[in-house]
């Protein structure tokens, strides 16, 4: 499989979990703004009770989402069986539990940590209180993390990600047999 076909398909399919992702994501924002009965229509909770609501609700639901399917027989989220790719240790067998939750929850501590860092500057703002260098850290964190996991997808051809590596997996086309 060359270069670009691999790194396509793994994009293509990270958008079509990302599609199912923002579904989720869009019924829990009509479900909160229900919940919602402030009079200026913002409920400022305390960082650490937002950070664990969104956890809960949000964060958790997305990776058990990746960690069941990738851990299913398929060893692929939906995305990655529609463009018949799927995950597998670096030496090409079949992938244990372990590796799959390791490679899920260092593919999604950035998200968690952008989440840290909006629940804070929420906070500190609403406030009016000058917002720390550790939030703005906190939120500039996920961006060069994510840059190192894109920039080590393309060095590896698509097969594996920073992520991948450190997990001891890696992504290869699915071979359909019969």
């Known amino acids: 499989m060359n270069l670009k076909n691999l790194i396509l398909k793994r994009i293509l399919a ?42 809960l609700t949000l964060t958790l639901p997305v990776f058990l989402y990746f960690f069941l399917t990738e851990n299913s027989r398929h060893h692929a989220t939906f995305g990655k069986r529609v463009l018949k790719i799927k995950i597998e240790k670096a030496n090409g067998q079949i992938p244990q539990s372990k590796n799959i939750f390791i490679r899920n929850l260092l593919k999604f501590l950035p998200w968690e940590f952008a989440h840290a860092g909006v629940h804070w500057i929420v906070y ?30 393309v060095i590896s051809r698509g097969h594996s990600s920073l992520y991948d590596q450190i997990a001891g997996t890696r992504l290869n086309r699915l071979i359909v047999e019969g």
């Not at 000058?130 to 894109?150: K, N, R, S, T």
Request: aromatic share 14%; proline share 6%; net charge negative.
């Open 14 to 55: 990270f958008l079509i979990d990302y599609l199912v992702i923002a579904l989720y994501a869009c019924l829990l924002f009509l479900i909160s703004i229900q919940l919602q009965n402030t009079e200026d229509g913002l409920l400022v909770i305390a960082p650490a009770r937002g950070q664990l609501i969104g956890f």
């Open 124 to 153: 500190y703002s609403s406030a009016n209180m000058p917002v720390p260098v550790w939030v703005y850290i906190l939120l500039c964190l996920p961006q060069l993390l994510l840059i190192l996991y894109f920039i080590s997808v």
